[in-house]
């Protein structure tokens, strides 16, 4: 399991990011694709903006692109995740850009076109999977009916606006995250991203804790963070080398961020993992470099919700 996921490049034969992954941590960030977590198993806690949703079993969620969102669990779970490029969408509405969609299936009680998306999610990974004769003509027909479902039924009316960043705030945010993602292993102060920003600390500090949702702080040791469960994960590095190289300035800072977030230990963290990684038999996916996922038992778990779905639908 490698992270993070939003790395994996997207194809004009396959215009999707499409995985059955198991989360752990994924720091704050933002990209130009709607994004869909469905969560198969277990649970997942979701960051967007300022808002925070905790999601269980079957639980589906939309992200509009450019919201800022990050993804944590302490516990063992499955998601599939569907990304969906903005320009894929523009080819047949042209307006996508200004729209903004309301997708929290844990809110309502009717679960009907909840459900239609989540069919249309698990056909799509089963056609990835299997690559039949077609299979291209067969994701894009899929893509395209979770578009149309998606503007039809889920849409944000003209008085309800959901909260993104404009263009300028997405450059000055990619210039301050982009800083600290190449120099997060070194001592990193708000005094430093101001100065380069032109801005004065309080200005700064204010500032992102409106566009990112959290305070600077936080969002330093969630990077951190991040890169520490990847050493943990492909490395047999000590844990204190992991906190070394990852930026903390303590043994004992790492291990409490740590413990607050996952509720266990790093040596307990990558001893689970690897037992879990143990009995499980892994499958590369062709076309995304380094990344392992899921087990056969995953796909057989898919063909039988669907078969669920169809039955009620």
């Known amino acids: 399991m490698k992270y993070p ?24 960030h933002w990209h130009d694709r709607i994004e869909f977590l469905f ?19 079957n639980d589906l969620l939309l992200i509009n692109s450019n919201e800022v969102h990050g993804v944590e669990a302490s516990e063992d779970n499955r998601v599939l995740l569907l990304q969906i490029p903005i320009s894929f969408i523009k ?4 307006n996508i850009e200004v729209e903004s969609f309301h997708c929290q299936s844990f809110i309502e ?16 990974m089963l056609t990835l999977r299997k690559k039949e004769l077609g299979y291209e003509i067969k994701i894009h027909s899929l893509l395209l009916d979770i578009v149309y479902h998606l503007i039809s039924k889920f849409r944000v009316s003209n008085h309800k606006q959901i909260n993104r960043n404009n263009s300028k705030d997405m450059e000055r945010l990619t210039r301050i995250t982009n800083f600290i993602q190449m120099n997060y292993m070194h001592p ?4 430093e991203i101001a100065e380069n920003e032109g801005l004065t600390v309080p200005y700064l500090s204010r500032y992102f804790q409106q566009r990112m949702g959290q ?23 000590p844990v204190i080398q992991i906190a070394m190289e990852s930026g903390f300035s303590s043994l004992n800072t790492f291990h409490k961020l740590f413990k607050d977030t996952f509720h266990t230990t790093p040596y307990q963290f990558r001893k689970n993992q690897q037992k879990t990684l143990n009995n499980s038999l892994k499958n590369e996916v062709k076309g995304i470099e380094s990344y392992e996922y899921t087990e056969e ?9 669907i078969q669920r779905l169809e039955i009620i639908n």
């Open 5 to 28: 996921y939003e790395s994996v490049v997207i194809n004009e034969e396959v215009p999707m990011l499409l995985l059955m992954t198991s989360v752990r941590y994924v720091a704050m």
């Open 188 to 191: 990193i102060t708000l005094n």
């Open 39 to 57: 969560v198969v198993k277990g649970k997942i806690q979701v960051l967007v903006g300022s808002e925070e949703y905790s999601l269980k079993e």
């Open 215 to 237: 305070p600077f702080v936080k969002y330093l040791n969630g990077i951190r963070l991040e890169q520490a469960v990847k050493y943990l994960l492909e490395t047999n590095w």
């Open 109 to 124: 009680s009717e679960q009907g076109m909840f459900n239609y998306i989540r069919l249309l999610m698990i056909r799509l």
């Open 297 to 305: 038992d995953d796909f057989n778990e898919l063909e039988k919700y």
């Open 91 to 94: 080819k047949w509405h042209q």
